[in-house]
């Protein structure tokens, strides 16, 4: 039996992987984590119809409480002490980022940046000696490498998910432990929290697109998951345009 375990578990990359890992299983339970308790109960029934082979659990946490996330990873572990695979999906961005409220901007760092650290922090201390090989993905983003006025916001918070992954994935590599850890970087996806830019008419990859390459890309190890792929060398363009010239792109 795979044990997954998903926080941010509503997401619709979450849901994308979640339906292409059941289809690849006859035997899987699925540990789903999110904060709206309504909406991941509705998402979870229909899962469970929709695959009745696998068995599916619901917990909602207040992501914005490092107890109560600390907790919840104990409660967890103590029931699941094998998980085969990890997918930290939980997300939050505002539009109008020059116009951030406090309250929201805390909302945002709260999501994408402490509930990201302390989660890996507490997983990893209970499963860093495990002798059987763990994979890990963490949802960034292609905006945590380089600041754009449009969202600097966020892709500061998705920086520091980056940073702290790669130090993650160093002190992984140095100990020798099991964990294989990933980071993807989406592009625009058509999401919920990319609504307003779908409106506008812009293409945006599809969520079934971007959920196959993580799968794929957890399974094989990769360290790195630029998805939809073209987004690796946009970025690597974009992160070394000089600032002189940088400056001037709305972009």
Not at 36 to 52: M, S
Not at 90 to 108: F, K, S, V
Not at 193 to 199: G, K
């Given at each position: 039996?795979?044990?997954?375990?998903?926080?941010g578990?509503?997401a619709?990359?979450?849901?994308?992987?979640?339906?292409?890992?059941?289809?690849?299983?006859t035997?899987?339970?699925?540990?789903?984590?999110?904060r709206?308790?309504?909406?991941?109960?509705?998402?979870?029934?229909?899962?469970?119809?929709?695959?009745?082979h696998?068995v599916?659990?619901s917990?909602?946490?207040?992501?914005?409480?490092?107890?109560?996330?600390?907790?919840?990873?104990?409660?967890?572990?103590?029931?699941?002490?094998q998980?085969d695979?990890?997918?930290?999906?939980?997300?939050?961005?505002?539009?109008?980022?020059?116009?951030?409220?406090?309250?929201?901007?805390?909302?945002?760092?709260?999501?994408?940046?402490?509930?990201?650290?302390?989660?890996?922090?507490?997983?990893?201390?209970?499963?860093?000696t495990?002798?059987?090989?763990i994979?890990?993905?963490?949802?960034?983003s292609?905006?945590?490498?380089?600041?754009?006025?449009?969202?600097?916001?966020?892709?500061?918070?998705?920086?520091?998910v980056?940073?702290?992954?790669?130090?993650?994935?160093?002190?992984?590599?140095?100990?020798q432990?099991?964990?294989?850890?990933?980071?993807?970087?989406?592009?625009?996806?058509?999401?919920a929290?990319?609504?307003?830019?779908?409106?506008t008419?812009?293409?945006?990859a599809?969520?079934?697109?971007?959920?196959?390459?993580?799968?794929?890309?957890m399974?094989?190890?990769?360290?790195?998951?630029?998805?939809?792929?073209?987004?690796?060398?946009?970025?690597?363009?974009?992160?070394?345009?000089?600032?002189?010239?940088?400056?001037?792109?709305?972009i």
């Open positions: 039996m795979r044990n997954i375990l998903i926080f578990a509503t619709s990359m979450a849901q994308a992987c979640i339906r292409m890992w059941a289809q690849q299983s035997a899987v339970t699925f540990i789903c984590v999110a709206d308790a309504q909406k991941l109960q509705a998402q979870v029934t229909d899962l469970q119809i929709r695959f009745p696998a599916f659990e917990h909602a946490v207040d992501f914005a409480c490092a107890e109560a996330l600390t907790q919840q990873i104990d409660t967890i572990c103590k029931h699941h002490p998980l695979q990890v997918l930290l999906a939980q997300g939050c961005m505002y539009q109008a980022e020059d116009h951030l409220t406090a309250a929201q901007l805390t909302d945002m760092l709260d999501v994408n940046v402490a509930s990201v650290a302390v989660i890996l922090n507490a997983l990893y201390a209970k499963i860093a495990q002798s059987h090989t994979q890990i993905a963490v949802i960034g292609v905006a945590g490498d380089r600041g754009r006025k449009a969202n600097y916001a966020y892709g500061a918070s998705k920086a520091f980056a940073c702290y992954v790669e130090g993650l994935q160093h002190r992984i590599a140095l100990e432990s099991q964990v294989q850890l990933s980071l993807v970087k989406p592009g625009p996806t058509a999401t929290m990319t609504a307003h830019l779908t409106a008419g812009k293409k945006l599809s969520v079934e697109a971007v959920a196959e390459q993580i799968v794929k890309g399974a094989c190890g990769q360290r790195i998951i630029y998805t939809p792929k073209i987004w690796q060398i946009i970025m690597r363009i974009i992160r070394h345009i000089p600032f002189f010239i940088f400056k001037k792109l709305d």
